[in-house]
């Protein structure tokens, strides 16, 4: 039984670009870790780094004459690529099993297996649920109905088992499998996540219910309930010391240096925090980390002295879903455990006390009451906070989330393109602007923050991871530039720095 993961051809954000931003994905170095550890034979093809276009992905499956190939996806605005890459597989063998998990796909079932070229949808976690799919795929698929977790079509007819139970100790699982990638080949920008970034996660989960996340759904427990599956949040983790034990690979066999941690919430847990970084120090390794943190645990940490071990064992770069500085609109999107206060008192702490540690924040535009407005009272608020980068991202109700049930159920989608859901492109409009309106102010916004004293500072700055970050940003947009008058586009327009492209290999 060969089993082949397939990270496809992609288009591109602008300020994504082949050169120097691949990522490791997460997602397929576990499953495959997983598998290979019960002696599934497995590999994975990550198109991106190799830049193999659609011809040269299809050589490849013929290669390898896989019986089973599996693709995830997190991402709305790439799961018509996924599904391409499944199109694909079915035109050179129909008797290839093919399998779609990840977070779009598992709250999209009847769309993903009206597809005709899915055979099976993986819900929630997948090791444990994708070993024993392939198992019976081998032995016996007629009895594939017992397997938690999948759900599939028989007789024309849509089939979703029981839940799955989460793996409660993440410590039992097998250390990715970035031996299975081309390492060397993800992470070589000199000057974005630099020296060396690579992707790593120590977490799964949130505690969380915000309204407008599908990543809390993908990693919930799922319960049934009177009939009905019942989602309850749950947050686990890997010990520090297995964490650590990761670090000291990526760096010791992959010379990886700049740590991007793609939790959802790296920092709930104090105690988890205090001994990574703690063990981080003893260790001296010369690394530098990522995470997306909570601004209400960073203040947490901070007040009992662990957020300065944090930044001594290396945390550098720092990325906070600020979203509004409205309470009334943080508490619409369920997010009732953020206050702006606290934001503003934890990023004044950052500033006076940890001027090193790059600051990034997102924000959230286009809701339902937004006006002219409140986008551009927030626009100020975000040059008030002072952070290093600022990311104004329209709202965008994804599948699974009861933000998207809503905006389908009170028809604020005129339409439903999953390319669009990219968190650039406005997909709904508000009670008060269209969603052109949104992207042209949220643009101006934008181009208001990001003005030449702005870039001056971080070209200047004391510290050399900022200065790369601030150079990278100058030259990648210079680039788009570039690119945009190439194509005959407006370079001054910020609009035109929203577009997807495709890199000069997709189809090749």
Not at 102 to 115: M, P
Not at 461 to 484: C, D
């Amino acid at each position: 039984m060969r089993v082949l993961f397939i990270h496809g051809p992609r288009k591109f954000w602008p300020f994504i670009h082949e050169q120097d931003n691949y990522l490791v994905p997460q997602n397929l170095i576990c499953l495959a870790a997983y598998l290979r550890r019960e002696n599934i034979e497995c590999k994975i093809i990550d198109c991106l780094p190799l830049h193999l276009g659609y011809k040269s992905l299809a050589k490849r499956i013929i290669e390898y004459e896989p019986d089973v190939v599996a693709v995830g996806e997190n991402h709305s605005m790439y799961a018509s690529e996924a599904l391409k890459v499944l199109r694909l597989t079915k035109s050179i063998d129909r008797e290839i099993v093919t399998i779609a998990g990840g977070t779009h796909f598992a709250n999209t079932v009847e769309w993903t297996l009206s597809s005709g070229v899915v055979d099976y949808v993986v819900i929630g976690e997948g090791e444990e649920t994708l070993l024993e799919l392939i198992r019976h795929i081998q032995d016996d698929e007629s009895n594939v109905d017992k397997v938690r977790g999948i759900a599939f079509k028989r007789d024309g007819e849509t089939t979703l088992t029981e839940p799955r139970p989460l793996i409660e100790n993440l410590d039992t699982l097998p250390m990715p499998a970035y031996d299975m990638l081309p390492m060397n080949l993800y992470g070589r920008s000199d000057y974005l996540f630099s020296p060396g970034g690579t992707t790593i996660h120590h977490s799964r989960g949130c505690t969380g219910r915000c309204s407008f996340c599908a990543f809390w759904v993908n990693n919930a427990e799922r319960r049934i309930v009177n009939g009905k599956i019942r989602l309850i949040p749950r947050f686990r983790t890997k010990s520090p010391e297995y964490t650590v034990e990761e670090v000291e690979y990526l760096y010791r066999v992959h010379n990886k240096r700049m740590m991007i941690f793609v939790d959802d919430s790296f920092n709930l847990l104090p105690e988890w925090n205090d001994r990574f970084s703690e063990l981080m120090i003893k260790k001296n390794l010369p690394v530098g980390w990522f995470g997306f943190m909570r601004a209400d645990c960073l203040l947490r940490d901070e007040k009992s002295g662990i957020l300065e071990k944090m930044v001594r064992s290396g945390l550098t770069h720092i990325c906070i879903g600020i979203e509004r500085p409205e309470g009334e609109v943080l508490e619409s999107f369920n997010k009732k455990f953020y206050k702006p206060s606290i934001t503003e008192e934890i990023i004044g702490v950052f500033r006076r006390k940890y001027p090193q540690v790059f600051l990034q924040g997102t924000f959230i535009v286009g809701h339902r009451r937004e006006t002219r407005e409140s986008l551009l009272s927030l626009g100020e608020y975000a040059k008030r906070l002072g952070l290093d980068f600022p990311a104004f991202h329209p709202l965008t109700p994804v599948p699974g989330t009861v933000m998207y049930d809503e905006a389908i159920a009170n028809g604020w989608l005129k339409g439903v393109d999953f390319e669009e859901f990219d968190w650039s492109t406005p997909v709904m409009d508000s009670e008060h602007l269209t969603r052109e309106e949104i992207l042209d102010i949220t643009a101006e916004i934008t181009a208001d923050y990001l003005k030449f004293d702005w870039i001056l500072k971080g070209l200047t700055s004391p510290y050399k991871y900022k200065r790369n970050m601030y150079l990278w940003w100058l030259l990648v947009s210079a680039k788009v530039g570039i690119k945009n008058l190439y194509m005959r586009l407006n370079p001054m327009d910020p609009k035109n720095y929203h577009l997807l492209y495709k890199p000069d290999w997709y189809d090749d």
